[in-house]
DNA sequence: GCATGCGTTCCGCAGTGTGAAATGGTACGT
DNA sequence: ACGTACCATTTCACACTGCGGAACGCATGC
């Protein structure tokens, strides 16, 4: 029955394959042991099936997805991931260009949710982030950005939902005049920071007692927002609006170029 | 950029594998022109995924397909698509125990429509038939196996059309008595056959002027009827009577065995 | 500090993939 | 009926590609 010749390499190249079909989101390590190709082999393989396109790696995690090739069905889980695919090279260009890492965030209930990041390849090593980590609504610049964009009704949903949270930094969901002056001032900047100055609980802790300053833009796609991106750096470098003047064009065209480039993937 | 190791050999699989994915049923001629790779080289690796399942193998014109590995929207072509990809191997192994030819065939809106067959398989060569070749409803076994079987509502659906058409072949559907005969004749005997005795315009020239005979049964899916597959033989060689006595639980196996094939498809 | 686990690189050997050319088979034209 | 053209498949000798054990680098955890 297997008669006619076959390639061996092209064969355990699918097996892999299979397996990332049946375990997406798999490690190296996994891949291995799911499969029990050596790995060096399946590093081969798993870069023959990036540069093809047929693969992709996530930048944050080192994790490997099968890409754009299958389309599935578009759940939740999917589409985000399906920005993360395609934000990744670009974020990626961005970060070699201008050096401070990014990270891209999609709604996910009543947080937000990290979905990709550059932020271990920066030559600056900031804190490690991992995939997957929720972030405030209403005190980060991503959520700011994402809120002060999109569609009123998305909005009310969101806050509707926080305002049932009993976490002391979703207060403010709770005080609509002093949340439309901060939504305001985003859409008057055109990028959102990290609401710091309010002090009080963010989770548990002083407010981003990280060292650091972030300025965020949604990723619009029409009247939609699917997500935002930020670009992170250490406040002693720079001022907001010093690093702003910079990059702030660099970081909506990215948010541009992720948008047309979702579109593109989820039109075939 | 491309600096780490790839493996030549799986990346001109994977250019096939794209190559298919943007022309799905291919022939190797056209893989050739399309990746500018060898022939022998293309069939090496079109048996290698065959042989991972990637890609499947049309019966009946020997075209190259993507397997069930993607989903996609379940539009109306690609389902037909999915159950003669599940029928080619049951329908294989029936001819090789048979000998005699099978064809599988799907509704077509006013016709059936052949989309499998193992005529050129078969040790006796019937006439070859092409994929997609119009069948008519009443007059073959497929037709009459199909809508003995299909729920009340397709079939009156089915004989609405035809009672507009102004084929001579299709004048049976504005007799409903007669055709109920039928119908009720082959529920009875449990598969279809040609309605040869009926003299008068099957496609302009005498009807069944082949000199064969065929029973068809349905792929019975719980009330849904998915298609229909026949057997194939020459006149002169057996009785219609003696035939079904020999083959006919074979072929009612074999339509049972491709329902639960294209069930297990198509629920992941 | 050491230990563990994972990703990545190195390197020499084994054997695998490659394409030109030959073969087999079918459809078509005359 | 014969000849031609086209396509699928098989054969074969050679080149070089893919393979995995071992070593390395780099985290994280104890």
Redesign the interface.
Known sequence: M?G????K???R???V??AL?MQPDSSLQELYLLTGISKPSI???L???A??G?VTRRLGDGRYRIGA?????PSRREHHDRIAEAAAPILERLCERVSWPSDLMVPAGDHMQIRETTRARSPFLLQQERIGLPVNWLWSAVGTAYLAYCPTKERQRVLDLLRKSSRPEDRLAREPGRLNVILDEVRERGYGIRNSMHSGGYYGGPPHSDGLFSIAVPLRDGPRVLGAINMLWLKKAFSIEAFAAHHLAELQNAAAEIVSSVQRRTKR
Chains 1, 2 share one sequence.
Request: aromatic letters at 0%; a positive charge.
């Open positions: 297997s006619p010749k076959v390639i390499s092209l064969e190249g699918l097996r394959l299979q079909q590093l081969r393989i870069h023959t099936c540069r093809s047929i090739m299958l389309s599935h069905a």
